[in-house]
């Protein structure tokens, strides 16, 4: 947005509201957080909320809410910080060792066996399968692929036996992968 004209949201002259209202949330959110970069972070999310929104009223009115919606913020902030601790204490992350390479070098070329296999498979099949993983229901899975809910069972269960014999036939396996078809992020 240029700051050299005025811009009208909902009918609320936003860059006077912004230049009205902005310093004094953030030395507001910053005496609650005390962490002046929580305390940019949650007045912007108000004022991208107000945008969002299209919140209109009389400036004083906007001002309030949005002071209002930046309590919140830090709220939920606090309590999310609250609840990590809390399961933090409950279940402590130990630091890992490092992983063994022998071991990432087998589960690197396990994935790779796993994405060829999965790539011989029509797109149906491989999309029924990927979707079971990331626990699609039957009848999202249907609507997705164009089939009747149904179906989709007996869809699925074609789909493996498919995907378990090009699974095996790669190398000569006897037993299918150990470990899920797909991992995020993989």
């Known amino acids: 947005m240029d700051r ?3 811009s009208y949201v909902s009918g609320v002259d936003f860059d006077a509201l912004y230049d009205e209202v902005f310093s004094p949330l953030f030395r507001y959110c910053h005496r609650l957080t005390g962490d002046p970069d929580v305390a940019e972070d949650v007045a912007q999310e108000a004022f991208v909320r107000l945008l ?3 919140v209109a009223g009389e400036q ?3 001002r309030v809410w949005l002071f209002k919606v930046a309590t919140h913020l830090i709220r939920d902030r606090w309590r999310v910080s609250s609840n990590r601790r809390r399961l933090l204490e409950i279940h402590p992350v130990a ?3 490092p992983p063994d390479p022998e071991r990432e070098t087998e589960r690197s070329q396990e994935v790779a066996s796993v994405r060829h296999a999965l790539e011989t498979l029509d797109p149906r099949d491989r999309e029924l399968l990927l979707m079971r993983e990331e626990g699609f229901s039957y009848g999202e899975m249907a609507e997705a692929v164009g089939v009747q809910a149904t179906s989709v069972g007996t869809l699925l269960a074609r789909a493996q036996r498919r995907f378990t014999n090009a699974w095996t036939a790669q190398a ?4 299918p992968p150990a470990e899920p078809l797909s991992r995020k992020g993989e």
């Open 52 to 54: 969002d929104r299209q």
């Open 4 to 6: 050299g004209e005025s």
């Open 60 to 62: 004083a009115a906007l």
């Open 95 to 97: 630091p890992g060792k």
């Open 172 to 175: 000569g396996r006897e037993t």
